[in-house]
Structure formats: C-alpha cells, structure tokens
C-alpha cells in the first residue's frame, strides 16, 4: 500500500470564541472559526479575501482552546482537512472542517485575556 498524506497548516485570527461541548463518551471537543488572508491580483488593483476555516480540536488541544484561545488571538494550526456535507431543504452542502493536531498560540497570553 502507498502511504499518502493529508496535512495543512494554517496561520490565521480567530473569529470567535472556541464553541466547547462533550460528546457522550465524554471526549472534550472545541470549534472555531479562523480567518486567513490572501492578496487576489485584479486587472487594475490588489485586493485581499478571507477565507474561513472551521477547525476542530479534541482532548487536551480542546482544553487548551479553552483556557487560552479568544477571539483575535492569531494562532499557527498544523492539522487534517475532512469533507463531508448535510443536507438542508433537499439541497446536499458540502462541508471542510480541520481537525487540529497541532496549535501554537503566535499572541502573547497576556494580550488575548486583555482583549476578552
């Protein structure tokens, strides 16, 4: 068997607070949105996009989301993309969500308690 490799990284702001819940199980599980920023080169003039990323982090990443990541905070994500969709009103949406392996916070602590 080949081995392949599904690996992306990912260095943004976040959007919002960590969502945080349990599973049934009782695995710890944190969501959040993180915007990253690219330069997209018109006819005429530079302007930028951001695109947002749903990241997933489990266990103790889950727990560190919760402790020490706020709105704002820039974070650097090393992480798996998984697909899926949901259906809503007959219409099949297709998903991307990042499961973190990996997160470092690139704000000082300090700062992001101070902007919560």
Known sequence: MSRSVNKIILVGNVGRDPDIHETQSGTKVAHLSL????RMSG??????????????????????????????????????????SYERDGVTIPTAEVHAREVVLLTPREAVVQAA
């Open 35 to 38: 915007a990253t920023n690219r």
């Open 43 to 84: 006819a005429d003039e530079e302007a930028e996009r951001t695109d947002w990323h749903r990241i997933t982090f489990w266990n103790r990443l889950a727990q560190f989301a919760e402790d020490h990541i706020r709105v704002g905070a820039r974070l650097y994500i090393e992480g798996r993309i998984e697909y899926d």
